[in-house]
C-alpha cells in the first residue's frame, strides 16, 4: 500500500516487463486505432498501411495533448492533434502543422516535437500486442521465452490458426495490491 514501494515498482518491474496491449484483430484496417491506458500512461495502437502494427505514447508532440479522445476507431490516413492541428502520418512521423512559416528558423526538425510521436516498444505474436514502456529490459523472446508456446497451443486450436476479439472485451479496475490479485 506504499505509494513510493509502488513507484519502485512501476519503474523497476512493470517499464522492463512486457505487458499486453491488445490483440491485432482489434485494429484489422489501416487507420484503426485502439487506445489503451497503462500504468496510467495513455498509449494508441495504430494499424499501419502495410498492414504492421505500431504503438505510440497518445500526446501530441506539441503541446501533450491526447490526439486520440475515443477508445477505438479509425483515424483515416493521418492523426490530428485537436488541440493546436498538428497532423501525424500513421507511422507517427509529423505531417503538418498550422501556421508552419511561424517555425521557419527554430530548427523544430531536430528536437523532439519535430521528431512526430513518440514510439513505444512492441512486439506482435500471433495477434497478441505486447508493449516495453521503459528503454530498458530484456528482449520479447527473452522475456517470454518458451512461454509463448502457450499462445501458439492456444492459437492452432482454432480452426484458421488465429484468434480474434469478438465484441468489446470486460475490463476491471481493482484496486488492490498486484501481488494478491487471483
Not at 484489422?28 to 495513455?42: C, E, F, I, N, Q
Not at 528503454?135 to 520479447?140: A, H, L, P, Q, T
Amino acid at each position: 500500500l506504499d505509494e513510493a514501494l509502488f513507484r519502485i515498482e512501476q519503474e523497476r518491474l512493470f517499464e522492463r516487463a512486457w505487458l499486453f496491449l491488445g490483440h491485432a484483430s482489434q485494429v484489422p484496417k489501416a487507420g484503426d486505432y485502439l487506445t489503451v491506458t497503462l500504468m496510467g500512461r495513455s498509449l494508441m495502437l495504430v494499424r499501419q498501411t502495410d498492414r504492421s502494427l505500431r504503438v505510440f505514447t497518445n500526446r501530441c508532440a506539441h503541446k501533450g495533448a491526447e490526439v486520440l479522445s475515443e477508445r477505438c476507431g479509425n483515424t483515416g490516413r493521418a492523426l490530428r492533434c485537436p488541440y493546436h492541428g498538428w497532423s501525424y502520418r500513421l507511422d507517427g512521423s509529423l505531417l503538418g502543422l498550422p501556421m508552419k512559416e511561424g517555425y521557419e528558423g527554430t530548427r523544430l526538425k531536430e528536437c523532439e516535437a519535430g521528431q512526430g510521436l513518440h514510439r513505444i516498444a512492441s512486439a506482435d505474436h500471433r495477434g497478441f500486442v505486447f508493449v516495453r514502456l521503459g528503454e530498458e529490459g530484456r528482449s520479447f523472446q527473452d522475456y517470454f521465452g518458451a512461454t509463448l508456446s502457450f499462445i501458439d497451443n492456444m492459437s492452432d486450436r482454432s480452426p484458421v490458426g488465429e484468434l480474434e476479439v469478438a465484441g468489446e472485451p470486460i475490463r476491471n479496475v481493482i484496486k488492490c495490491n498486484w501481488k494478491v490479485y487471483l
